[in-house]
């Protein structure tokens, strides 16, 4: 029996999702080395992986896979702060840095909903809480990061009319790479 003509595109979706998964599991794993707080960012960054492909495919961010992660985030960070040195000044950084990411994302939803989406909110929190894990000066270029991206981005296809002003981008891809970048910077 052949393969139907959907399984071959749905096969190297999925090939795609898991070499990116790989990769990106294995820059964080290195540059964050045996540490307690490296099972919490190796789950921050297959999910992340998979929600960015996500987002692109779809131009939506799942609460099925973006709300857990909230409880696996706090979960595994406060178990790594168990054992890391100042592990509870690092884990009230954590929690006020997903308060201040959440609330700067949805001030930004409030004023302007159309130009983000209520999913880039929702990650938002999670992306502040492992941002403010590592600090202040993570937490400040990452954020810095994930917009510079997309701006950068947005210009490229607007000088490239491929866009316009009114064109819709997923914009969780450029938060959880600037994410990436800082855990890369500082992690």
């Not at 964050?32 to 495919?57: C, K, Q, R, S």
């Not at 409880?71 to 509870?88: I, K, P, W």
Request: charged share 10%; aromatic share 10%; glycine share 10%.
């Amino acid at each position: 029996m052949t393969n139907p003509d959907w399984a071959e595109p749905v096969i190297r979706r999925r090939l795609a999702v898991l070499a990116a998964a790989v990769v990106v599991l294995a820059l964080v794993a290195w540059r964050v080395g045996p540490a307690p707080d490296l099972p919490a960012f190796g789950y921050l960054a297959v999910v992340g992986v998979a929600l960015t492909f996500i987002d692109v495919a779809l131009k939506r961010l799942p609460d099925p896979v973006t709300l857990p992660s909230y409880a696996a985030g706090l979960l595994l960070l406060g178990l790594a702060a168990l054992f890391t040195d100042r592990g509870g000044a690092r884990f009230t950084h954590a929690l006020l840095g997903m308060a201040a990411l959440f609330v700067l994302y949805a001030l930004q939803w409030l004023v302007a909903p159309n130009q983000i989406g209520l999913g880039d909110v929702k990650l938002a929190g999670v992306l502040g809480l492992y941002l403010g894990w590592l600090g202040l000066p993570a937490w400040v270029a990452g954020v810095c990061a994930g917009y510079v991206l997309a701006a950068v981005w947005s210009l490229a296809l607007l000088v490239s009319r491929r866009a316009t002003l009114r064109t819709q981008i997923p914009y969780g891809p450029f938060m959880l790479a600037g994410v990436l970048a800082a855990v890369l910077a500082y992690g």
